[in-house]
């Protein structure tokens, strides 16, 4: 094919653009994440965006509301959920499919300011209420779809106690200093450990990387009895 027969891009004026609401959710949601919610200026951030502070206060009347509207990403994203369903098609035995999870929420946790959930918790109480309730139901999904690949002489609700236990440690910055590790390594390390001791190798793969809602009847049958 000629480059005269090559198809013309349409010009920049004809692409259509980002809404601006959404603009605004993803450079707030960014620079939060990045450096906690009490640094972001509403100013500084219609500037960065070359909008009038006008323009911003029109699709969000104030950083609360902005805040707020950030709750369910934020939720989804810290969760890895993007990773959790990709690769479905890959093979791997129970392990590898758990730490596959674990190396995307590693990374992506590990980027995050630690004054962002101070700030969420003591500043937003109404947006840190709606948090905790999508990360609860992101953690019952996660948990559906964990249960098969537990060992089946495990009691479950110790092997999720301790996973919740780790987490609650690993990701405060200061265990990482005390190991002079960075978080990312102290996450997945720690991790690893609950999953090298937790996870049947032996068992059938699952669907951890889609959104089976929970486990076979088979499986729930055996756990309960």
Not at 142 to 168: N, S, T, Y
Request: glycine share 4%; hydrophobic share 40%.
């Amino acid at each position: 094919m000629s480059a005269s027969t090559l198809p013309k891009k349409p010009p920049r004026s004809a692409r259509a653009p980002r809404p601006v609401r959404e603009q605004i959710l993803e450079a707030f949601s960014a620079k939060a994440k990045a450096v906690g919610i009490r640094s972001v200026m509403m100013g500084e951030l219609a500037t960065e965006l070359r909008i009038s502070v006008s323009t911003l206060y029109k699709h969000f009347p104030s950083k609360e509301a902005l805040t707020l509207a950030c709750v369910d990403r934020w939720a989804i994203e810290l969760a890895a959920s993007g990773a959790a369903q990709e690769g479905g098609s890959i093979k791997r035995d129970p392990f590898e499919q758990v730490m596959y999870w674990v190396d995307a929420w590693a990374e992506v946790n590990a980027t995050i300011s630690p004054a962002f959930m101070r700030d969420l918790e003591s500043d937003y109480p109404v947006a840190f209420r709606r948090y905790r309730e999508v990360v609860r139901e992101r953690k019952e999904r996660g948990a559906a779809l964990l249960r098969p690949l537990l060992k089946p002489e495990l009691d479950e609700r110790v092997a999720f106690a301790v996973m919740d236990m780790i987490l609650r440690t690993v990701l405060r910055q200061e265990f990482a200093d005390k190991l002079r590790i960075t978080r990312a390594e102290a996450i997945r390390s720690a991790l690893a450990i609950w999953a090298g001791g937790a996870v049947d190798r032996r068992g059938k793969l699952s669907a951890l990387p889609g959104e089976r809602s929970e486990p076979p009847p088979q499986t729930r049958n055996k756990r309960q009895s």
